[in-house]
């Protein structure tokens, strides 16, 4: 009993360490979306941190168009970062849990 306590110990020691090592490699992951005019461009990390925008100088001309598209497309990029994101933390967390009666809810 104490043996596979230590066991699970370990293994979700294991899990941690890879779930952090995930974060690091996701921060270089990057995920590109633009407006369906291709107008305005943005790059964020798999862990939404935006890296690039892109604006075409025909948006400066009107604030409110560029902050419309703005939001649209930042949202838009985020929603499909954060899918990249919980993909793979979630791969790795439900790969690494160890074998706990009543906890396969992860599974």
Known sequence: MFGDL???MGKLKE???K?????KRLDTVLVDEQSSDG???????ANRKIKSIDIDESLLEDKEQLEDYLILVLNKA????TNV???ELGAVAKDGMPNIP??????
Do not use: P, R, S
């Open 6 to 8: 230590m066991g699970m």
């Open 15 to 17: 899990t941690q360490q």
């Open 19 to 23: 779930i952090e090592e995930t974060k």
């Open 39 to 45: 107008l305005l461009k943005v790059t964020l990390t």
């Open 78 to 81: 985020i929603e499909k970062a």
């Open 85 to 87: 994101n919980e993909a």
């Open 102 to 107: 009543g906890m396969d809810m992860f599974k």
